[in-house]
C-alpha cells in the first residue's frame, strides 16, 4: 500500500500541482478525481507514486482562501495566507476600482492587506498617486513606498513585515511585481518585462502561482500573475459589507437592522457619506459589487 504523507501546495499548473512534502522534497502530484480545488499555499495529503510523484487524496481545512470570479470563471490566488502585498506604481496608472476590489476581498477573508508603491523614483505622477492612495491611508492601511530596483530599500521596509508569515504578492500587470520579488528573494529570477508606455499597460510576465522561501527567514512569498479584473462574485452580501471597514461604525445608526446602505431612509452610512465621513468613490464601488452580486443570480 502506498504511503500517504503532508505537504504543501508551492504551485499550480491547472491540472496539477508541485507539492513540498515535510521532508522538504517536492512531488508532482495530480488530483484524485476530475475535481480540481487545491490552490497554491493549502495543505494536502499526497499518496507517494514512484519517486517522484504523487497524487492529492485530500486538502486540509483553510484558515482562508483568496480568489476572484465572475459569472463566467473562478481563479484561485492562494490559501493559507496571513497578509497580502498589493503592489501598484506611478507608472503605468493603476486601476482605482482594481486595488478597491483586491482590498475589499481582502478583508472580507480577513486577511491584512499591505499597499506597496513602486516606481517612486519616477517623480512624474508621484504625488498624484500618492493623492489617490489617501483614501486607504486614512482607512489605516499600510502603504509603503519604495523603488524596487533599489533592493537596499525594499530590505528595510518590506522583509520585516513578511518574517513568519505567508504572504501573498498581487497587483495588476506591469507594476514591478517581479522585479519587487527578485529584490526579496533573488534566487527566483522572475522575468521582467518593461509596460508598454504607448499603451500605458503591461503584460504579464509570471504566468503561474508559485511559493518562494524567504532566504534567512521563517516566512514565505506567494507570486501571482498580474491581474486585470478582480470580480467579488462569490462574495456574500454580508463579505461584501466586511470589504468596507469604514461602514461598520456608521451602520449602527441605521433605521433598518437589514440596511443595504444605498436608498433606505435614516441610513447611518448615506448620512455618513452627505458628511463626507465616507470616500464617494468607495461607496459607488460597493454599489458596484452589490449590483454586480444581483445580476450574478439572474
Same mark, same amino acid.
Given at each position: 500500500?502506498?504511503?500517504?504523507?503532508?505537504?504543501?501546495?508551492?504551485?499550480?499548473? /491547472?491540472?496539477?500541482?508541485?507539492?513540498?512534502?515535510?521532508?522538504?522534497?517536492?512531488?508532482?502530484?495530480?488530483?484524485?478525481?476530475?475535481?480540481?480545488?487545491?490552490?497554491?499555499?493549502?495543505?494536502?495529503?499526497?499518496?507517494?507514486?514512484?519517486?517522484? +510523484?504523487?497524487?492529492?487524496?485530500?486538502?486540509?481545512?483553510? #484558515?482562508?482562501?483568496?480568489? =476572484?470570479?465572475?459569472?463566467?470563471?473562478? *481563479?484561485?490566488?492562494?490559501? $493559507?495566507?496571513?497578509?497580502?502585498?498589493?503592489?501598484?506604481?506611478?507608472?503605468?496608472?493603476?486601476?482605482?476600482?482594481?486595488?478597491? #476590489?483586491?482590498?475589499?476581498?481582502?478583508?472580507?477573508?480577513?486577511?491584512?492587506?499591505?499597499?506597496?508603491?513602486? *516606481?517612486?523614483?519616477?517623480?512624474? /505622477?508621484?504625488?498624484?498617486?500618492?493623492?489617490?492612495?489617501?483614501?486607504?491611508?486614512?482607512?489605516?492601511?499600510?502603504?509603503?513606498?519604495?523603488?524596487?530596483?533599489?533592493?537596499?530599500?525594499?530590505?528595510?521596509?518590506?522583509?520585516?513585515?513578511?518574517?513568519?508569515?505567508?504572504?501573498?504578492?498581487? /497587483?495588476?500587470?506591469?507594476?514591478?511585481?517581479?522585479?519587487?520579488? $527578485?529584490?526579496?528573494?533573488?534566487?527566483?529570477?522572475?522575468?521582467?518585462?518593461?509596460?508598454?508606455?504607448?499603451?500605458?499597460? /503591461?503584460?504579464?510576465?509570471?504566468?503561474?502561482?508559485?511559493?518562494?522561501?524567504?532566504? +534567512?527567514?521563517?516566512?514565505?512569498?506567494?507570486?501571482?500573475?498580474?491581474?486585470?479584473?478582480?470580480?467579488?462574485?462569490?462574495?456574500?452580501?454580508?463579505?461584501?459589507?466586511?470589504?468596507?471597514?469604514?461602514?461598520? =461604525?456608521?451602520?449602527?445608526? !441605521?433605521?433598518?437592522?437589514? !440596511?443595504?446602505?444605498? =436608498?433606505?431612509?435614516? !441610513?447611518?452610512?448615506?448620512?455618513?457619506?452627505?458628511?463626507?465621513?465616507?470616500?464617494?468613490? #468607495?461607496?459607488?464601488?460597493?454599489?458596484?459589487?452589490? +449590483?454586480? *452580486?444581483?445580476?450574478?443570480?439572474?
Amino acid at each position: 500500500m502506498s504511503q500517504t504523507v503532508r505537504g504543501r501546495v508551492v504551485s499550480a499548473h /491547472g491540472s496539477h500541482f508541485y507539492v513540498e512534502l515535510e521532508s522538504g522534497q517536492i512531488r508532482h502530484c495530480f488530483p484524485k478525481g476530475r475535481r480540481n480545488e487545491a490552490a497554491v499555499g493549502d495543505w494536502v495529503s499526497v499518496q507517494l507514486q514512484g519517486d517522484q +510523484e504523487g497524487q492529492l487524496v485530500a486538502i486540509e481545512p483553510r #484558515r482562508n482562501l483568496l480568489y =476572484r470570479s465572475d459569472e463566467w470563471r473562478t *481563479k484561485q490566488f492562494a490559501a $493559507n495566507v496571513d497578509q497580502v502585498l498589493l503592489v501598484v506604481a506611478v507608472k503605468p496608472t493603476f486601476a482605482d476600482d482594481l486595488l478597491g #476590489r483586491a482590498l475589499a476581498g481582502a478583508w472580507a477573508a480577513d486577511v491584512e492587506p499591505v499597499i506597496v508603491l513602486n *516606481k517612486i523614483d519616477i517623480h512624474d /505622477g508621484l504625488d498624484q498617486a500618492r493623492e489617490r492612495l489617501k483614501p486607504y491611508k486614512d482607512l489605516g492601511v499600510t502603504i509603503l513606498e519604495v523603488s524596487a530596483l533599489d533592493s537596499s530599500t525594499v530590505e528595510q521596509q518590506i522583509r520585516p513585515l513578511l518574517t513568519h508569515k505567508t504572504t501573498l504578492l498581487l /497587483g495588476q500587470s506591469a507594476m514591478g511585481k517581479s522585479t519587487l520579488l $527578485n529584490a526579496l528573494i533573488p534566487a527566483a529570477q522572475a522575468n521582467t518585462q518593461e509596460h508598454s508606455v504607448a499603451l500605458d499597460a /503591461g503584460k504579464h510576465t509570471t504566468t503561474t502561482t508559485k511559493l518562494y522561501h524567504l532566504p +534567512e527567514s521563517s516566512g514565505d512569498l506567494i507570486d501571482s500573475p498580474g491581474v486585470q479584473a478582480f470580480g467579488l462574485a462569490h462574495l456574500s452580501l454580508e463579505d461584501i459589507e466586511r470589504g468596507f471597514p469604514e461602514f461598520a =461604525r456608521h451602520k449602527e445608526h !441605521c433605521r433598518f437592522y437589514n !440596511c443595504t446602505h444605498r =436608498r433606505e431612509p435614516n !441610513c447611518g452610512v448615506l448620512d455618513a457619506l452627505a458628511r463626507g465621513e465616507i470616500d464617494p468613490r #468607495r461607496h459607488a464601488l460597493y454599489e458596484r459589487l452589490l +449590483e454586480e *452580486k444581483a445580476s450574478a443570480k439572474t
